[in-house]
Structures are given as C-alpha cells and as structure tokens.
C-alpha cells in the first residue's frame, strides 16, 4: 500500500527522446533482455543489503529471506519486479533514475555506429540498462524504501520516457524496490507465466537469490484433486555458478553469468574457473572481455572483482585483487579466509589480500598467455583492445615482468605491415648470428618509425627492429630493459652498438672515415654553435645525410612530447648531430669557401635532422626562408 505525499516533475538530463528511441529500435538484438537486467539490478541490491545488514541487522526489518519476485497483472497490462533488498532514497532515484547515461552522455552518442551488433556492447559500459524496460513499456513507475527508514520516507519516480519524470514521496509498508511496468498493448506476451519462466530460466538461473512467479491458487477437480492456495514458486536454481563445479557447468551458463557481472552486453573471449584449496581457500572465476569499454583510460573508473567472503557479498569493484594494467578482467572472487568484517581499509593492508591479488594475476596471465598459444587470431583481438594497457604491467608489477614480456606484441621490419603480431620471443628466434641486442625505434608514427633514418645501417646489415608509436610505448621502453637475457636498445639513442655483428674490416672503415673528416667536423661545430650537443661521424647512415640521437643518458623526444602533453616543465634538450660524409649533399657543403654559405647549410641540415626526430620545428619561418634562400642560390 502506498500514499502520496508530496511530488515534484524533473527533467531528465539528457536528449531523453533520442536515447530512449535508440534503446527500443537500435541497441537491443533482442527484446527479453529487458528482464534480464531488471533481475540484475533487484540481485544487486538484495547483495548490497546483505553486506550492510553485517553491521547493523535491524536493516533486516525482520524479514532476512532475500528475493525478487515477479508479480503478473493481465488486466491492468502490468508486469512488476519486486525486491526486498536496499531500496533507493528520494536522492538515490534522482541520480540514478533520472541521469541517463551518466557516465558520459556525449560519448555515448559519438561511439554508436549504426551497426545492431556493435552498439549494443554500448548499454553496459554507459550505464542505461534500466531503461530496457522502454522497450516493451510505454510506462514505467518505480516505488522503493531504502532499509531502514520509517515508512514514509519512500519515493515513487515516473516516467512515460517523455523528456521527464515525477519524484513523489510516498509511503511504503516493506522495504526494497518494485519496478512496475505498464506493457504496450503489441507486449502481451510477457503477461505469460511460461513466457517469463523461459526467460529467467535462460538469463537469470544464476542469480544468488531466488527469483520467484506468484502461482495463482487452482480450484478442485474432483475428490481426486482437491483446491490449492496462491503462492510464490522459486524458478530460478538460486545458486551461485561459480560455487558449483566447473564440470556441471556449460559454456552458455558461464556466457550468460559474464553478461550479469559485467553488464556487458557481448560475450567474452575467455574465463578461468578456479577453486584453491589448502592453505588459502577460494574461488575465482575470471573473465577477459571482448571489447574494451570507452572509459577504460579513465584512472577514476571503478574497476575490480566482485568479492565475496563465504559467499557473502562484500563489494562490487574491489580493485585490490586486480593490479590497474589488469582492470580490464571481469568476474568474481569468493574467499574463506577473509573475515566477514572486513573494509576497504584492512583489504589494503591485509596480508592474505596481497596473496589472493599474486594469485589472480598469475591466473590471469596464464590464461592470456595460454590464449597467445592456441588460439593467435582471439589473442590479436584481445591484443587490439587491450594491448596498450597491459603495456603498463612491467612499471607496475616487477615480479611478473617476464611473463608479461612474452605477452606483448609488436610491429617489425619483420613486416611490412602496422599490424602488431610480434612477440619478444617471435624477434629473438629470428636474430642474426652474433646479435646479442633487441633493438627498437619509438616515433610518432607506423610510418615515422618504419622510414626513419636511424634504421639504414640495420636494414642494410637485415637486423629485425620493432616499431613503435604508440604514446605508452616510451613509459613502456623505460622499465622493460632486458627479455631473456638480451638487452633492449633504442636505435636513437647514444652510439649504435652493434657488437659481433660488425667485422673488423667495418670497424677499420669507420674510424677512417673519422679522422678523414675530423677537419669538416670542426668546422660543422663552430657553424653549429649551441644548437647542438656534439657533431660526429655517422655510422648507422648509409642514404640520408643527417641524423639527430640523444646522447645515451638524455631525454628522448617521445618522453618530452609526453611530459609536454601533461603540462609537465621539459628540460632544454640538444641534440647530437650525425653526419654522412659520403652522401653528396655533404661533400657538397664540404668544398664550400664561403663561410657565411656554409654556416647556413649547417642550420638547414641541423633542422632537417630536428625535424625528422622530433616531427616538427620552434621555429618553422626561419627554417623555410633558409631553405628558400639555398635554393635560390
């Protein structure tokens, strides 16, 4: 029984005509998932009260049995989902009711592509599954009391999916949420009992709680047959899946299970179901997404298991057993070993927290590394949409550093493609006899990379070197120093060592090529100036003239732009300028008499070199007025 108090009209913040079109006609394959995430959320809460009723049981109110219950109504044409679980205040349906797409409205409409398939993956990352209930609704109400509040202080929040909604208060006798949907006249069919025991059955038959149909009382048959009394019939397993044994378990069940706690709308690449038992006893049940939600970037986006201790719920997003290049993992992790009392504050400083999170890492690298092996074509997906944040996992996590190496894919000179298939174990099965270096090239480009000058000498001599361009990749380059034993050496940087590769007849040559030269080289010092850190003879250029590299213990270009990028202070940093002497233009300069002439060949080639490492110039004008005044001759 419910009485109205007091009620306001709201606006729904955001085009509300245009999400609510696209949720009926455009992002949903299939119609019935509308209950699947209904059930969800009255699951949620029905948790969410078991996990504060450990503190304080009066929130019970005397009635400890959870559930949620389906209540069919064919002459008003209403379908209602109940559930006796936390409740919402007249703020809480405000702000989650009445914000659609709260985690970024404007991002939503800008990633939806006009494909079914694609956009509807989009419904669990921007939080909008609620709204489902517009599908087969051309009404929805809402009547919720939060636990533990007098009867008045419940909330009816309205909505015909208009561009508002009505807040009133009203009163509520039991505590909880009652979703009531007003069917369209063509959505009967979810009037049926067999209709929805078929739909809880396939979406809903994992829900921990039971989920329960009102059977109607039947009349006597007969003396044979005799009358029964209305009562609420369980028509889900009520069972946790991941309590079960993996044995008994199906694949679409573990599919089905991944869509609840992820509220993720496509199906995942991979899981790992895994009961520990022994000293640490647990359960984990792991999931690697196929598609990588739009916010993953977002350092302030709750991300984690779901925790459980003795199969009670402890907390959505608890990040403390997932390290941050993992936050893309999904699932459950139920442990005994916790205590039931258990807060944010002790999780961090628990010592069987830290070994619950070094055991589901090592799980989920051993999935992701057992994914690389047999399946390559679902590991470049994975690799496609996760890849630059698994990239962050050698700064942050030091002991398993090598097994996140083994992990990580990139482009080559290998291929002739930007397509990121190579492995560290892939390049080191490929190196050149003597080679005892894995070298790599950072730039702003696939195609900056591939073309850059630094890579002559190696491509010459056929050394593989990884191609990188991606903005993490400098971060990434700076704590992966070594795989399997062989150093990893940036082509740009310091002298080019090339170690056994380089017979003593090329040795002979270049320091030749020196001290014949020494005399060009001074006078490309004294023309330089201060624009440069040093001038030397090239050994790694065999086609251009000029190159730029930092000195072995400077600051790349790639990390500068970066610190730029963050309104970071970038430290003044000169370069040292490398010279071919056997390519024309430099022999041409060489025979210059003119001082004034050579000097402004020297700042041509100084900012040739400037503008190939770095992409771009300070002063771009006075390199071009240079260029022009050299070409007019």
């Known amino acids: 029984m419910t009485e109205t108090v007091h009620m306001e009209t709201h606006g729904f913040q955001t085009e509300v005509k245009q999400l609510l079109n696209l949720m009926a006609h455009s992002l949903y394959s299939n119609k019935e998932v509308f209950l699947r995430e209904l059930i969800s959320n009255a699951a949620d809460a029905a948790d969410k009260l078991r996990f504060k009723a450990l503190s304080d049981a009066d929130l019970y109110e005397n009635d400890g049995q959870l559930h949620v219950r389906l ?23 405000i702000q989650h009711l009445g914000t659609i797409a709260r985690s970024g409205t404007k991002d939503f409409f800008q990633n939806l592509s006009g494909d079914q398939s694609k956009d509807s993956q989009l419904i669990g990352q921007f939080g909008v599954g609620f709204y489902s209930a517009f599908i087969v609704a051309d009404k929805v109400t809402v009547i919720s009391r939060i636990a533990g509040q007098t009867h008045d202080k ?34 009967t069919e979810f009037l049926d009992d067999y209709r929805l025991r078929s739909v809880i059955g396939k979406y809903s038959d994992h ?62 690449l991979t899981w790992s179901h895994n009961r520990v038992e022994g000293n640490m006893e647990y359960t984990s049940l792991l999931y690697i997404p196929a598609r990588a939600p739009w916010d993953m970037w977002n350092r302030e986006q709750k991300h ?18 997932m390290p941050t290049y993992l936050r893309f993992v999904k699932g459950v992790l139920d442990s005994n070993d916790l205590p039931l009392n258990v807060s944010r504050e002790i999780l961090q400083d628990n010592k069987i927290t830290a070994q619950l999170r070094k055991a589901c890492t090592k799980r989920v690298l051993s999935m992701l590394d057992k994914m690389s092996k047999d399946d390559v074509e679902q590991y470049q997906k994975f690799w496609g ?25 990139f482009a080559s000179t290998h291929n ?4 990121q298939t190579v ?16 070298y790599f090239i950072i730039a702003d480009s696939y195609a900056a990379a591939k073309n850059s000058p630094h890579l002559e000498i190696l491509r010459k001599k056929g050394i593989e070197v990884l191609l990188l361009w991606e903005r993490i990749d400098e971060w990434l380059m700076n704590h992966l120093s070594e795989f ?15 170690g056994d590769l380089e017979d003593e007849e090329s040795r002979k040559q270049q320091e030749e090529a020196t001290k014949a030269n020494a005399g060009l080289i001074e006078r490309l010092k004294t023309a330089l100036g201060s624009e440069v850190a040093d001038v030397r003879v090239s050994h790694r250029l065999t086609e251009t003239p000029v190159c730029a590299v930092t000195d072995g213990h400077g600051m790349s270009s790639q990390m500068m732009k970066l610190m730029k990028a963050a309104g970071q202070p970038v430290p003044e940093q000169k370069y040292i300028l490398e010279v071919n002497p056997e390519h024309a233009l430099i022999q041409h300069i060489a025979d210059l008499q003119d001082e004034e002439r050579f000097k402004e060949w020297a700042l041509l080639l100084q900012e040739q070199a400037q503008l190939t490492e770095q992409g771009g110039l300070q002063d771009p004008a006075s390199f071009v007025a240079r260029m022009n005044r050299l070409l007019l001759g």
């Open 71 to 93: 209540l069919i109504d064919k002459e008003q044409r209403t379908l209602t989902i109940s559930d006796n679980g936390i409740g919402m205040s007249r703020e809480d349906a």
């Open 154 to 187: 419940a909330v009816r929040w309205e909505s015909v999916g208009d561009g508002s909604f009505t807040v009133a208060e009203v009163t509520k006798d039991s505590r909880g949420t009652d979703v009531i949907l007003h069917l369209k006249e063509d959505e």
């Open 207 to 268: 829900i921990s709680i039971p989920v329960e149909l009102w059977k109607a009382a039947e009349a006597a048959e007969g003396e044979d047959k005799p009358a029964t009394e209305g009562a609420w019939e369980q028509v889900n397993r009520a069972t946790a899946l991941w309590t079960r044994s993996a044995k008994e378990i199906k694949d679409e069940e573990y599919k089905e299970f991944y869509k609840h706690v992820s509220h993720d709308y496509e199906e995942p």
């Open 304 to 321: 984690g298991l779901k925790l459980y201790v003795q199969r009670v719920f402890i907390m959505d997003d608890a990040e403390q057993f």
């Open 385 to 409: 949409e996760f890849g630059n944040v698994l990239k962050e996992g050698p700064a942050e996590d030091w002991g398993n550093r090598e097994e996140i190496a083994k992990l990580l894919r």
């Open 416 to 419: 002739d493609s930007n397509a």
């Open 423 to 438: 492995s560290l174990t892939d390049y080191v099965s490929r190196m050149k006899e003597g080679q005892s270096k894995i």
């Open 484 to 498: 399997d034993g062989k150093k990893l050496v940036s082509v740009t940087s310091g002298d080019l060592e090339l």
